[in-house]
Every structure is written in C-alpha cells, then in structure tokens.
C-alpha cells in the first residue's frame, strides 16, 4: 500500500512539474508587452497600416500600436480620432466602404 501511495505521488508531482499550462491566476509574469508614452499626433495613409492593437490593459495610459508595413511601430492616444476610424475598419467593418 505504502509503495502504491508513493508511486501515485511521485506521478502526480512529475504530472505537476512538467505541465506547461497553468490557469491565468498562477501565471508569475503578468507584465504587458507593449506600452505605450509618447503619442504620435499626425495620421498617416491606410494603405502604409499593417495591423493595430491596442495596448494591455494593465498600461497606465490606453494606447494603440499602428505597425506599418515596413515594420515601425506608432503609438496613438486612445482617443485619436484617425486610429479609431481605421482600428474599426480594419476590425469590424470590412468591406463597408468607408472612406479614411
């Protein structure tokens, strides 16, 4: 009995050890990935915009990242008018034909 307990403890504790996933509230690096400080104040055309995110929650100040198509990152304030119309059209209207 004693070396079945053992067994099943030693499974559970190597079943522990290597499990790479973890519920979110166990998880140690909680920290943001990008942040955003300084603001770009001037809109650039459509068409140089690869993708937008906005930034993690946890920033002290709300941002989207604007990667353009050659790489560079652009931060905007939350609420510049410009990348919201063009964070909406790139995610929720598609094909509506609204004009930047």
């Not at 050890?17 to 104040?41: D, E, H, R, W």
């Not at 993708?51 to 002290?60: A, G, R, Y």
């Not at 995610?91 to 004009?99: L, M, V």
Request: glycine share 4%; net charge positive.
């Amino acid at each position: 009995m004693k070396t079945l307990c053992f067994t099943l403890g030693l499974l559970l504790l190597s079943v522990f050890c290597c499990c790479y996933a973890m519920p979110k509230a166990l998880q140690f690096n909680t920290a943001p990935g990008n942040c955003c400080f300084n603001f770009y104040s001037r809109s650039i055309p459509f068409r140089l915009v690869k993708s937008i995110t906005e930034t993690h929650s946890s920033c002290l100040k709300q941002a989207f990242i604007v990667q353009t198509v050659r790489g560079r990152q652009i931060c905007y304030s939350h609420t510049f008018h410009w990348v919201l119309d063009a964070y909406n059209k790139l995610n929720d209207t598609k094909g509506s034909g609204q004009q930047l």
